[in-house]
């Protein structure tokens, strides 16, 4: 799973140019909302380097039973970072970052996203074991899909908000897909490891498959779990959510 030079630098600038943006935004327009962006995404990044230095202590017990368990630890980190961005809007007092102002409906409306997304993200890391920038990357990508994609344009636009289309893709490529880049770090990156750890121990849960199809379309198969959530979305809103 070694990084390839392309990836790893796309990752380091990435990153330093979404955190660039942030702390720039935060300080010129010290809001309640964008100090909330930039504090909770910094902490998501925090919470994935101290996963790291303490893998020491979970490690050897996930690689265990690897694919179970790293599904597992990908879910409780999203729901971790999903209560840590509600729990930060709510001491600022800020609005419209989490999805929703009750920590209850808010992981009953992003769970589903995410416990789908880890699970096909695991079954596509076990086959083909991209590297850890690679995966930084796609993680990036997967929250494009969720946030920008489905909670950005399609529930606004059935919500009968205007949705400038052309603008939020080009903010979304040139800013927040680098900025998404911690926040789902610990959804696949830590996943990642236990599937490397086992990999390493000679797992015989790991056997990668006879690939019979492009990388890339393995790479892109959690995004087809948008499309049951965002009927679950709608429902959900349309029924419990005022």
Sequence with gaps: MKDKPFAYWLVVFGVTWGQIILISSAIREPTAHNLTLMLAIQASGLYTLILYSLRGSWMPWLVKRPLPNACWLGIFNAAFIETLF???????????????????????????????????????????????????LLGALYEVGADGLVGGQIIPLISGKP????????????????????????????????????????????????????????????????????IYVIIIMNLFVK
Excluded: C
Aim: charged share 15%; proline share 6%.
């Design 86 to 136: 509600w729990g930060i809007q709510k001491i600022l007092g800020a609005t419209d970052v989490a999805a929703h102002p009750n920590l209850l409906i808010d992981l009953g409306l992003t769970m589903p996203w995410y416990a789908g997304m880890v699970v096909l993200f695991v079954h596509s890391q076990r086959r083909r074991n991209f590297s850890l920038a690679v995966v930084l």
């Design 163 to 230: 949705v400038d289309f052309v603008g939020s893709w080009v903010l979304l490529a040139a800013l927040a897909v680098w900025q998404f880049i911690p926040v789902y770090s610990s959804m696949v990156l830590a996943p990642a490891w236990v599937l490397e750890g086992a990999r390493r121990e000679g797992s015989g849960q790991l056997r990668k498959d006879k690939p019979g199809r492009r990388a890339w379309l393995d790479a892109l198969t959690p995004l087809i779990w948008l499309a049951p959530y965002t």
